[in-house]
């Protein structure tokens, strides 16, 4: 049996580095090194299902699963205990047929797809902590034409942006009603695909930021990501990064769909505030990520203007065996913050490495050696 544990990296200044910038997605002049970081939560006591999704709502942790009896689990990130569950699937009171393949936090409601029933469904989630059994706040219907058919709808102030399988245009924009205004943008890349199907072999995730009215677009299994603005003319991109490794896809039982083992993992997970955007990042093969559950290592920074600021990479996390750090007669966990924060660390610090395979441990170590 997996378990899977939800990790906060802590220490983003221990070890830093600059290296030359290149035009790949992952090359940064400024590197941080994440080499410690504390469990929040373990599923140990209660297995669930892979984390597809994570959102935040004021000290709550929301994850999103797959293959689990409850679509989401809420955890309080300060004492790290799981507070509530909620989303079963079914008809009856508070259950749904479907949430749809994303989810969103607007004020205090959690807010998903019903694809089947082409609805917005707004849940109250102090609602849901409180343990309360009516938490549907509304239910609005979304658009579904023969050349409109969204697959992910974000917000963006009183207005929406949709993406899916469209005839024109990869991004859709809903007014307040949920009118269509228009669809807008492509590719910025040769495709295979035409019309409607381009939306199934090339998936966009999308991310918002209502105070810059900008919204971030990242192409599924790939190193592209894009930030388009949103004005009373419609949306428009204003920046598109230096790409590398464009979706591969092929023809299977008659459609089109990934290659997974010619396609990488890419941009993993979407995350942003108002000042920057963090991408979740791997540049294994599509089919090794999945086999790992869809884990990364790497989580880039950008400002909303496209210019990197900061890469954040685990480098002892992903080594199973024991590693120690030692100052003077102590010694700590190198795996541990609160360890760590225990030593003097303007002394200089030992790593001792618990196994004989630690060689590619003593490369990626070697830069930062006395």
Known sequence: MKFYYIYLMLVPFIFSCSRKQENSINQFDNIVNLSVSDSLFSDKELPMGTIMGMKSWKDILITCHNADDYRYSFIDSKTGKLIARWGQKGNAPNEFIDFGSDFYVQDSLLVFLSSMKKSINYVSIPAILRGEKEVLVKTEIYPYTADFRPLRIVPIGNRKVATGLFKHGVLGVLDENNNIVGTYSDYPFPYEAEGLYRGTAYQLVLSCNTYRQRLLASVSHSDIFEIHELDTNGLHRVYVNNFNKIPVVQMRDGRLGIDDSKSIGGILGLFNTDSFIYLGYSNLSLKEVSLNDYRFDEILCF?????????????????????????????????????????????????????DKRDDLVKELKEFAA
């Open 303 to 355: 400002d909303w203007n496209g210019n990197k600021v900061k890469k954040f990479v685990s480098i002892v996390q992903k080594y199973s065996y024991e590693i120690d750090l030692r100052s003077d007669r102590y010694v700590v966990d190198a795996k541990s913050i609160l360890g760590i924060f225990s030593l003097d660390l303007a002394k200089p610090l030992t790593v001792e490495i618990h196994s």
